[in-house]
């Protein structure tokens, strides 16, 4: 919402300075967003007098005035501006400026062999209007030397208020005014609403017109027919007042209705009388009905929408947009007046569905005062007799204002309990009387009917809203919250901390934290088992994020493209965030995943790069659920894993034979292409809500040490098995042989070639013996190598290599 | 007979020449070995008269402890100087590097997550979570936004496909519905904090479609607007590690809070940083409110018993503000330049005893 400060000094009487007035707009809840001087970028351009004006020696239409600009001798420029003479003022551009209408810089240059030092310069030329007939005329008394603005009023600050939509009531100059007089800055002046009398009965006349005699729609419309009226361009203050605030004045009757918009917050139409057959009725259109809106669409309309018609069909949009067809022209002689009242929630959802934007709709849809139709159309008429002259009629009204009257009880102390702030209650009466609220004294505390135009009043709460920002916010004391004492519990949830150490333990594994958006593409969300009808989104910013994400790791993976055409290499990502499974709060899981791409280091002069692998990913997955508490020596890594992992390369890891905590692996060269990265690329996910919870125990005392003082024995063995068994089931086998005096048992070596039949894989597997009380003989460890041997030939047919 | 110490000094003469610990050794053996020079000479002493033997041992065995300590000191520098010269041989040089580690980074988002969590923590709060997804009535309704009220507008919603019912799931449009799931959990008192992700329809240089908001919220009996002035004070004093800040309250709109304000804190903007806590400029960075009433009876609790506070503000935004971050769409790209720049090292956990920040 824009205005002028003398525009603002229409309604109140004050001599604050605007810093002050800037401020307590802001304290009030009236954002000042920007406060622009418009004098101060025409600040050079200057009054001069055409001291002399002579014919150009070579060209009919253009003269050589000389102009004196109040500094040493007259500039000497060549005008061809008809207007152009000696005697006048006018506004001066010396060389080396720019123009702001044209936005041209001004050069001294020669015309038609005629030095020429500036220009004379008209108004489409300083960016006033569109008026470019000749050159700007200033008053006879206007000062040589000095700036124009401040001649032509142009000297007015614009200020600009950002407003929040629960005050429609600031949707007009006088409602700004009455908050500022409110705070104390002025003195609300009197508004002139008295009848304006008619002296005929309008030939047009209202009618609402909804089914069932419903008047929600449209709970009042009041008309009036002028006649005789002359329309045209508005009057320059007029004009100038519309442009000061971006504005573009179209003739006499439709400024006339944006100045009552503006100024008041109260909507007005008008229509053109000659081109209204029959009388005018609100209903609601009807399929195949459409409208030539004064925006030049056509908008289709329905039962769905107000519209306000005659007997030939809709002539405007209610609350939103007049008709091209019954609007005024220049030539428009009579006139009627539409002053009415449209609901708010069908005036947004018809803007909203015909997509059709006003300053009518923006202000019914906020709630327009119920109370002031009739004064504006008297208002409104008051001004196209002034302008316009003509004959007014009575008024025709249709329906009536509807009840807005509700009473709210503001207790005592209320707004010290809910505002913090501590105030009389005689101050807090005062308040609500100069908002125009109405407030009476009862037990102790007020019962207060807010006005006509505040319907975002709905409660005690609003009131103390409406004492407080008056007061200030600023005079609440700010006190610390009521400290509770220090318990032994954390903020967090045992999930939140999982988060936390996730994210801490993977940047210590060297793998840097991204966060990707929770949408990705439909291809992209369909290559990792998502892409579903049910996730994704029916308006999505654009067609690459359109599906919410079944894995973190499309996104990675796409980062990890980007991020390679960049130049970067041994790339380390991941994300600890959510997946969507289905649209329900509980398809919603955490993830800890990540990506290795390209080799696992840099090139080294002692070290040598490799490319990363499965392994890599494995590694990442266990030492995470490691740092999370998990005991990994209890898990199964297993040759199971979903299609965008490659087939033989790839794993989950698994708590017994059900629960999945995490999957590795490869990434299915397919998935890279179609996600156009370039491999070798692996992943992992680790899915934080499915990891078991912590045993529950008494305290916090770890169990006893128990470290043995015997000697451990170390012993290999190399199984030679089928090349199909898993390393892990040989592992297992050695391991239940004895689970009292087997530590560990580790697989050191792998191999397949000459010497091992073929099909067949050697596993050489290292095995930990920890007496626990006394130290071992040879018979006795010999004793449990024929158990490892024959436990691990019965588990998997291996045989000991020889 | 040899003289002893005839014998003594060739003896110590000719260890004094090994210039091997292998010659060395040898002359160990010749002179004390089981048939070494002084050795033979011990075997002599059984026959002798006790008077000469006395006076002949003791001289012996002087000398034989003489030619021992030669041995070990020569052994000694022998050993010292094959060190030395294994040492010298085994010189690298040490300005070549290291063998490489990778070092991971903390986003800038999860690290100023947990700085917030750690002040709030401090202050009695506990960390609320809640779905992206969420259902209409606690993105809107119960947060007093009900359907075609112009604050909808306020929000651009994603939406998800209509359901069959006709409801349509929402991406939440900003932490708030999780203050709606937290106090239909558990009866008041509530104290907390819900970091997490949003979501709007919006995407040019300052805005992404996603971003990231933390919203609190205080319900009790006697909680008023001082005590959020207070809680909001202390919090901006401690997350931008200064003295003093200056802060103000505008009067402001929410549909969810009454009265409601929004709160702009004392900057300064000269030299194309943003520094807090001095400066003439003023920086919106939340709003806030006293919970409306009509949110309390969505949930079921009296507003006439209990009452309270709710915020909320952008995590991106502040985190940006604090580390002097430039771009908020940078934040989602995953640019690892920008992660590595912007980012924290792993063991950079903020805690009020340790300091939030480096």
Request: net charge negative.
């Amino acid at each position: 919402m824009k205005f002028t400060l003398s525009w603002l000094k229409e309604h109140i009487e004050t001599t604050a300075p605007l810093a002050a007035i800037a401020d307590a707009l802001t304290g009030l809840g009236l954002e000042v967003e920007g406060i622009t001087d418009p004098a101060a970028a025409l600040s050079d351009f200057v009054v001069g007098h055409v001291v002399k004006a002579e014919q150009h020696p070579n060209a009919d239409r253009l003269r050589v005035c000389h102009v004196d600009i109040g500094a040493g001798d007259p500039v000497q420029v060549v005008c061809g501006a008809p207007n152009a003479r000696a005697g006048m003022k006018g506004v001066f551009a010396r060389s080396g400026l720019r123009i702001p209408g044209t936005g041209i810089e001004l050069k001294s240059s020669a015309i038609r062999g005629v030095d020429s030092n500036g220009m004379l310069c008209s108004s489409r030329e300083m960016g006033l209007s569109d008026e470019h007939e000749g050159i700007i005329d200033l008053p006879a008394d206007a000062p040589v030397g000095q700036p124009f603005a401040a001649v032509m009023g142009l000297d007015d600050p614009v200020i600009e208020i950002k407003l929040t939509p629960n005050r429609p009531d600031c949707l007009g100059v006088r409602g700004i005014a009455r908050d500022l007089a409110a705070k104390g800055l002025g003195t609300l002046k009197p508004l002139d609403t008295t009848a304006v009398p008619g002296s005929f009965d309008s030939p047009i006349r209202v009618h609402l017109d909804f089914p069932g005699g419903d008047t929600a729609p449209c709970p009042l419309f009041i008309g009036r027919t002028i006649r005789g009226v002359k329309n045209g361009p508005s009057p320059d203050w007029l004009q100038k007042k519309l442009r000061a605030i971006g504005l573009r004045p179209i003739s006499v009757l439709v400024d006339i209705t944006n100045l009552v918009t503006y100024d008041l917050g109260r909507p007005l139409h008008v229509f053109d009388a000659a081109k209204v057959k029959g009388d005018i009725r609100a209903r609601f259109g009807s399929k195949g009905e459409s409208l030539l809106a004064l925006d030049g669409k056509t908008y289709a309309v329905d039962e769905e929408i107000c519209v306000i018609a005659d007997d030939a069909g809709p002539e405007s949009l209610g609350g939103v947009m007049g008709g091209e067809h019954s609007g005024c022209t220049p030539d428009t002689v009579d006139v009627f007046i539409e002053a009415a009242l449209f609901d708010p929630v069908r005036t947004a959802r018809t803007g909203r569905r015909l997509n059709v934007n006003s300053d009518a709709r923006y202000r019914f849809e906020r709630g327009v005062d119920p109370e002031f139709c009739a004064p504006g159309m008297e208002i409104a008429t008051r001004l196209i007799l002034n302008l316009c002259g003509g004959e007014p009629s009575h008024t025709v009204v249709a329906g009536a204002v509807p009840d807005w009257r509700r009473s709210f009880y503001l207790r005592p102390t209320r707004v010290a309990d809910l505002g913090g702030l501590d105030l009389p209650l005689i101050e807090q009466h005062k308040t609500l009387e100069k908002l125009g609220f109405h407030a009476t004294h009862r037990d102790g505390g007020l019962d207060v009917v807010p006005p006509s135009w505040r319907p975002d009043v709905e409660g005690e709460a609003d009131l103390v809203e409406e004492v407080l920002r008056v007061a200030s916010y600023d005079a609440i004391p700010a006190v610390p919250l009521p400290r509770r004492p220090v318990v032994a519990q954390p903020a967090v949830t045992l999930g939140q901390r999982r988060v936390r150490i996730a994210r801490r333990a993977l940047a210590a594994r060297g793998l840097v934290e991204a966060v990707t958006y929770s949408f990705v593409a439909r291809a992209h969300a369909e290559a990792f088992g998502g892409g579903g009808p049910d996730l994704l989104l029916a308006n999505p910013i654009s067609a690459d994020l359109d599906a919410m994400r079944p894995s973190i790791l499309p996104a990675l993976i796409a980062a990890a493209g980007r991020n390679l055409d960049r130049g970067a290499e041994q790339i380390a990502l991941f994300e600890v965030g959510p997946e969507y499974g289905d649209d329900t709060p509980a398809g919603q899981r955490m993830a800890a995943s990540g990506i290795r791409q390209g080799n696992s280091g840099p090139r080294h002069w002692n070290d040598r790069p490799r490319p990363v692998d499965v392994f890599d990913a494995k590694a990442d997955a266990l030492g995470l659920l490691a740092q999370l508490g998990i005991a990994v020596d209890t898990l199964q890594a297993v040759a199971e894993a979903p299609a965008w992992y490659h087939p033989g390369r790839s794993g989950s890891v698994k708590m017994g034979p059900k629960v999945l905590l995490a999957r590795f692996g490869e990434i299915h060269p397919a998935v890279l292409a179609a996600l156009d990265v370039k491999g070798p690329l692996v992943g992992f996910e680790v899915y934080l809500d499915a990891l078991p919870l912590p045993r529950q125990k008494a305290g916090k005392a770890k169990p006893p040490l128990a470290a043995s003082d015997f000697p451990a024995v170390e012993r290999d063995f190399a199984f030679v098995v089928d090349r199909a068994t898993p390393a892990a089931d040989v592992v297992r086998a050695i391991r239940s042989a004895d689970r009292a005096l087997i530590a560990d048992a580790a697989v050191f070596d792998l191999y397949e070639g000459a010497g091992v039949p073929e099909g067949k894989k050697s596993v050489a597997v290292s095995m930990r013996l920890e007496p626990k009380d006394r130290t071992l003989t040879e018979v006795e460890i010999e004793a449990v190598a024929k158990k490892v041997i024959a436990g691990v030939a019965k588990a998997t047919g291996a045989t000991l290599r020889g | 007979m040899q003289d002893v110490t005839e014998l003594e000094s060739e003896l110590l003469g000719r260890i004094a020449a090994a210039g091997s610990l292998e010659t060395l050794e040898a002359e160990r053996v010749a002179a004390l070995g089981r048939k070494g020079r002084i050795t033979e000479l011990m075997k002599t002493l059984g026959g002798m008269e006790p008077e000469a033997r006395k006076a002949f041992a003791a001289g012996l065995n002087q000398a034989k402890d003489r030619i021992t300590d030669a041995l070990n000191a020569r052994k000694d520098g022998l050993s010292r100087a094959a060190l030395d010269a294994r040492l010298a041989s085994e010189r690298v040089d040490v300005t070549l590097p290291a063998r490489p580690e990778q070092a991971g980074r903390i986003h800038p988002v999860s690290q100023v997550v947990d700085e917030i969590t750690e002040i709030f923590a401090a202050m009695g709060f506990n960390i609320a979570e809640g779905p992206d997804i969420e259902d209409d009535f606690h993105n809107f309704t119960a947060l007093n936004i009900p359907p075609d009220h112009p604050a909808r507008q306020m929000h651009d919603t994603f939406y998800l496909a209509e359901k069959p019912d006709g409801s349509r799931p929402v991406l939440r449009t900003h932490t708030s519905p999780v203050q709606i799931r937290t106090m239909q959990a558990g009866p008041p008192p509530h104290r907390i904090v819900v970091p997490g992700r949003t979501y709007r329809m919006d995407s040019d240089a300052t805005h992404t479609p996603m971003f990231h908001q933390i919203e609190g919220l205080v319900i009790d009996r006697d909680i008023h607007m001082g005590h959020l002035k207070g809680t909001l004070e202390e919090f901006c004093r401690a997350f931008f590690e200064v003295e003093r800040v200056t802060m103000r309250f505008r009067p402001s709109y929410f549909p969810f809070t009454e009265p409601s304000a929004e709160v702009d804190i004392r900057c300064d903007r000269s030299g194309g940083q943003i520094r807090i806590g001095e400066g003439e400029d003023w920086l919106e960075i939340l709003g806030c409110g006293m919970v409306h009433p009509k949110v309390l009876q969505a949930v079921g609790i009296d507003p006439d018993q209990w009452q309270g506070f709710a915020w909320g503000m952008g995590i991106d935004r502040i985190a940006m503000l604090k580390y002097g971050i430039p771009d908020l769409r940078a934040f989602f790209d995953a640019d690892l330049r920008w992660l590595r720049h912007y980012g924290f090292a792993a063991l950079d956990l903020p805690t009020l005893g340790g300091g939030l920040s480096r």
